[in-house]
């Protein structure tokens, strides 16, 4: 294994920036791309091999792994002078990393028992093949499990830019403390090793992490969880009674709203199989049990924009749980009625089966709600419409178009016929339109995939007659893109 090391006196590796720009956009492109052009004595003739790793360091920070496209070569471009020889990086193998070099020399001499200087070395050092070797590798190739230490700082240092970075002083809000004990997520006295759980958690609905191992393979959890075992903080379970059953209460009003994750609990030590997200059983509320729902994921990689979106989602639940709000809801019901063009929602992930999306009900509702969009914004202009949008009272909406100085609300449901989409829908928008404090809709519309039939169609009619209430249903064609006109 090969470290390169990047200095910042040549001007391409003045800053990281440059760094990252000279790897990811000037590297892959030119005559030969994955060049890297070497200084005289940097490595001997016959000291470097096709296929060989490789670890580029900059200012004692790991900064990019690859594999060796070729070994050494003899330039012969106008540079040849400075840089007599290049190799090639594969760059198929190009990976960015960000590891403190220290790290690794810490790791390599404690496992072998030598004292190398690899960081302060002028030359580039070569280190051996061995399983010592390897290990640095697997682990900087991210292919090492991450310690709960490294995920939990890493998500405390990723949390400014989310919601859930405010947790603690959405805990201050809701406890009345005084102070804040902490601005982190996970505090020194809250990361165990191998599980971590939001500071001031041990008596409340906690964020939690942890690592699990089922089918053999170790597993990264995140999610939110009740851990019923007794301790000196939490000596009865009883303070968590009223919070299971608030629980309940937000999972009842909102069954679709995490039907993507999964839950599952250890009762005395044994773990169940997962299962979708619904109200937690009666007979579960003792102690020696953990409840947990979230996802597992991969350890060895850990998807931080995942585990802190889905923290993020979780966080109305977390609030009503720990609050004292009289009704749950998905977004602040203090906050105004604010029209924000375009779409949050993201693609369902690729790799889904066509079963999967077929049964997966959350799956199914972004699919539709993206295609939908995409259909209102060609219509209408990307200026009139929005999606997730806050209707002023703690709800929010699927879809929202302006036109004509009012707003268009759009519901989707998933159900098999246009009668249970209009049940599941029709009191949702009638609270997202007329609750005090809610933007009032010139018009509402049911979207299902179902098409509308008399009966249905009878039934709407008399609703707009009778109570002079403007809702109507929509057929969504998901192959085709469009509504049914």
């Not at 540079?79 to 020399?105: C, G, M, N, Q, W």
């Not at 259909?375 to 036109?403: H, P, S």
């Amino acid at each position: 294994m090969r470290i390169v090391k990047l200095s910042n006196a040549e001007i391409e590796f003045a800053t990281l920036d440059g760094v990252r720009r000279f790897f990811l956009e000037e590297m892959p492109v030119g005559e030969r791309p994955g060049k890297f052009r070497v200084t005289r004595g940097r490595i001997t003739k016959d000291g470097l091999e096709p296929g060989e790793p490789l670890v580029f360091t900059y200012e004692a920070r790991v900064v990019f792994t690859a594999y060796a496209g070729s070994g050494l070569l003899p330039n012969d471009d106008d540079y040849s002078k400075r840089y007599p020889h290049y190799f090639i990086v594969d760059l198929a193998t190009l990976r960015e990393a960000d590891e403190d070099f220290y790290d690794v020399e810490r790791r390599y001499n404690k496992a072998t028992g030598t004292s190398l200087k690899l960081v302060k070395s002028q030359g580039w050092s070569r280190l051996p093949n061995s399983a010592h070797t390897e290990d640095i590798w697997t682990h900087l190739r991210k292919g090492a499990i991450r310690t709960i230490v490294e995920i939990s700082q890493e998500i405390n240092r990723r949390a400014e830019t989310h919601a859930i970075g405010h947790l603690q002083e959405i805990r201050r809000e809701l406890k009345g403390l005084s102070r804040l004990p902490t601005r982190e997520i996970f505090s020194a006295q809250t990361i165990a090793d191998d599980y971590a759980f939001h500071a001031g958690g041990r008596t409340e609905l906690q964020f939690n992490i942890g690592l699990e191992v089922v089918d053999d393979v170790t597993h990264l959890r995140h999610g939110v969880a009740f851990s019923l075992e007794p301790s000196q903080t939490l000596p009865k379970i009883t303070p968590l009674i009223p919070k299971i059953a608030r629980f309940n209460e937000f999972l009842r009003m909102y069954p679709e709203e995490f039907s993507d994750l999964r839950m599952w609990h250890y009762a005395r030590g044994t773990r169940s199989s997962n299962y979708v997200a619904a109200p937690i059983l009666p007979e579960l509320v003792q102690p020696k049990v953990f409840i947990f729902l979230g996802k597992l994921a991969s350890a060895a990689e850990p998807n931080y924009d995942l585990i802190l979106g889905d923290f993020d989602r979780l966080l109305p639940l977390y609030r009503y749980v720990e609050g004292n709000a009289t009704f749950p809801s998905l977004a602040e019901s203090r906050s105004e009625f604010r029209f924000i063009p375009g779409c949050s929602i993201k693609r369902s992930r690729t790799t889904a089966t066509l079963t999967e999306r077929e049964i997966d009900v959350q799956l199914r509702h972004n699919d539709l709600q993206l295609a939908l969009y995409e259909y209102l914004a060609k219509k209408y202009g990307t200026e009139a419409v929005t999606t997730e949008c806050g209707n002023g009272a703690g709800a929010r909406l699927d879809a929202v178009v302006r036109a004509n100085g009012g707003y268009r609300f759009y519901e989707i449901k998933t159900a098999s016929s246009a009668r249970a989409c209009i049940r599941e829908a029709l009191a949702q928008l009638l609270e997202y339109s007329f609750w005090p404090g809610a933007q009032e809709a010139e018009s509402m519309f049911i979207v299902g995939e179902p098409p509308l039939d008399p009966d249905a169609d009878a039934f709407l009619r008399r609703l707009r007659k009778r109570f002079a209430l403007p809702i109507h249903y929509q057929q969504f064609d998901l192959q085709a893109g469009r509504l049914a006109e």
